[in-house]
């Protein structure tokens, strides 16, 4: 019997990773960076068990269906194959996030098994290596091991596709990310769908790689100059062009809203009154506001003009992957 428990937290990419090269490897077409978060994370344990006849996956408390568990099998296939291992698994995970709503839940959720794998199956994994293994799972789930801003390589095969950290001096602290949930459903066109046929019909898409990669420069230096508004506004600009080759797609399709227009026409309109927040928006509805930690007060009192309190939770740089103890007497 084999056991590991992780803790993940989400991450929010500022430049996003947007089509595959590779889908079996899950290797991007473009780099990404992101932020990782404090505010919503994965915990979760598994057992690798004679006992069990095959794999089981609770997401909170709920036993999964056999389709919605082949996601967490194929990665246990992955990590059994690598540590020799014959026996299927429980896996037993708890989301502090919403799943499937666009709020990177597949992030935390992966890289959190990646982390209950790697101890249970004594691999020892270096964080470097944990990332490529968590990449496997769901790509965004590759930066969820570090804190703070990190970025994901592309690189060109299973050994040269990670995430690693950015290093800002701790200018990362003096941040925050306002969330507006509109909607906390699982949406209709999953990430990996919607990208999928992005990449295979949108018209848009080669032009969104050119963006993706002269973008991520721009962020890079907004970051080590600790230039704000220059990281937000490559930030939004980068997010609006993701969402445009998806118009473009056959069939074509949107993650928007009505709400989620109101939500970036009020956060245009707050920084014309001299506040300076920018929005970001991933596989769904719901927006992401990135601002400073000292305009959060007055940012808040406009928003909540149209979104109410329970709609709007402040998240702030979070940590890395975090190994937690089993609970012994289970
Ligand atoms: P999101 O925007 O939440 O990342 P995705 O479409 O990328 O949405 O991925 C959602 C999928 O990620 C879920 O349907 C499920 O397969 C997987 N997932 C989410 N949370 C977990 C978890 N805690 N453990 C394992 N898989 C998870
Ligand atoms: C829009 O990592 O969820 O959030 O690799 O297929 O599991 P799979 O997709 P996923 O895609 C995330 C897409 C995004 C942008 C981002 O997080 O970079
Ligand atoms: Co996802």
């Given at each position: 019997m084999f056991k590991g428990k992780a803790r993940a937290y989400t991450n929010i990419a500022l430049i996003k990773y947007w089509g595959k090269e590779n889908q079996a490897l899950i290797l991007p077409k473009n780099n990404s960076l992101s932020l990782t978060l404090d505010g919503f994370y994965t915990e979760t344990e598994v057992l690798f068990t004679e006992e069990a006849t095959k794999d089981c996956f609770y997401l909170d408390g709920v036993k999964q269906s056999e389709q919605a568990t082949k996601k967490v099998t194929t990665f246990l296939n992955l990590v059994r194959e690598r540590a020799n291992c014959p026996f299927f698994a429980v896996v037993r995970s708890h989301n502090h996030v919403p799943t499937?709503?666009?709020?990177a839940s597949s992030a935390s959720g992966l890289a959190a098994l990646a982390g209950a794998c790697n101890q249970a199956l004594g691999l020892n994994l270096a964080p470097k290596e944990l990332s490529k293994l968590a990449r496997r799972g769901?790509?965004?789930?590759?930066?969820?091991?570090?804190?703070g801003f990190v970025e994901w390589d592309?690189?060109?095969?299973d050994e040269t596709s990670y995430a690693l950290p950015i290093d800002a001096q701790g200018w990362e602290q003096e941040l925050a990310m306002i969330f507006l949930l509109i909607n906390d459903q699982p949406k209709d066109v999953s990430s990996r769908e919607g990208m999928q046929r992005t990449v295979e019909t949108s018209a848009f898409y080669p032009q969104w790689v050119k963006e993706a990669q002269a973008d991520l420069h721009i962020a890079k230096e907004a970051i080590q100059h600790h230039d704000f508004q220059k990281l937000g506004t490559v930030m939004e600009a980068n997010a609006l062009k993701m969402h445009a080759t998806t118009l473009a797609a056959v069939p074509p399709f949107t993650y928007w809203s009505p709400d989620s227009l109101r939500a970036m026409n009020l956060v245009r309109s707050i920084r014309q009154a001299g506040l300076f927040c920018y929005f970001t928006m991933d596989a769904g509805p719901n927006v992401k506001v990135l601002c400073q930690k000292k305009d959060i007060a007055a940012i808040f009192e406009v928003l909540s003009s149209t979104f109410s309190d329970q709609q709007m939770v402040v998240a702030y740089a979070g940590p890395g992957i975090e190994l937690l103890e089993m609970d012994v007497t289970k």
């Amino acid at each position: 019997m084999f056991k590991g428990k992780a803790r993940a937290y989400t991450n929010i990419a500022l430049i996003k990773y947007w089509g595959k090269e590779n889908q079996a490897l899950i290797l991007p077409k473009n780099n990404s960076l992101s932020l990782t978060l404090d505010g919503f994370y994965t915990e979760t344990e598994v057992l690798f068990t004679e006992e069990a006849t095959k794999d089981c996956f609770y997401l909170d408390g709920v036993k999964q269906s056999e389709q919605a568990t082949k996601k967490v099998t194929t990665f246990l296939n992955l990590v059994r194959e690598r540590a020799n291992c014959p026996f299927f698994a429980v896996v037993r995970s708890h989301n502090h996030v919403p799943t499937a709503a666009g709020l990177a839940s597949s992030a935390s959720g992966l890289a959190a098994l990646a982390g209950a794998c790697n101890q249970a199956l004594g691999l020892n994994l270096a964080p470097k290596e944990l990332s490529k293994l968590a990449r496997r799972g769901s790509g965004s789930a590759c930066r969820s091991i570090f804190g703070g801003f990190v970025e994901w390589d592309r690189g060109d095969s299973d050994e040269t596709s990670y995430a690693l950290p950015i290093d800002a001096q701790g200018w990362e602290q003096e941040l925050a990310m306002i969330f507006l949930l509109i909607n906390d459903q699982p949406k209709d066109v999953s990430s990996r769908e919607g990208m999928q046929r992005t990449v295979e019909t949108s018209a848009f898409y080669p032009q969104w790689v050119k963006e993706a990669q002269a973008d991520l420069h721009i962020a890079k230096e907004a970051i080590q100059h600790h230039d704000f508004q220059k990281l937000g506004t490559v930030m939004e600009a980068n997010a609006l062009k993701m969402h445009a080759t998806t118009l473009a797609a056959v069939p074509p399709f949107t993650y928007w809203s009505p709400d989620s227009l109101r939500a970036m026409n009020l956060v245009r309109s707050i920084r014309q009154a001299g506040l300076f927040c920018y929005f970001t928006m991933d596989a769904g509805p719901n927006v992401k506001v990135l601002c400073q930690k000292k305009d959060i007060a007055a940012i808040f009192e406009v928003l909540s003009s149209t979104f109410s309190d329970q709609q709007m939770v402040v998240a702030y740089a979070g940590p890395g992957i975090e190994l937690l103890e089993m609970d012994v007497t289970k």
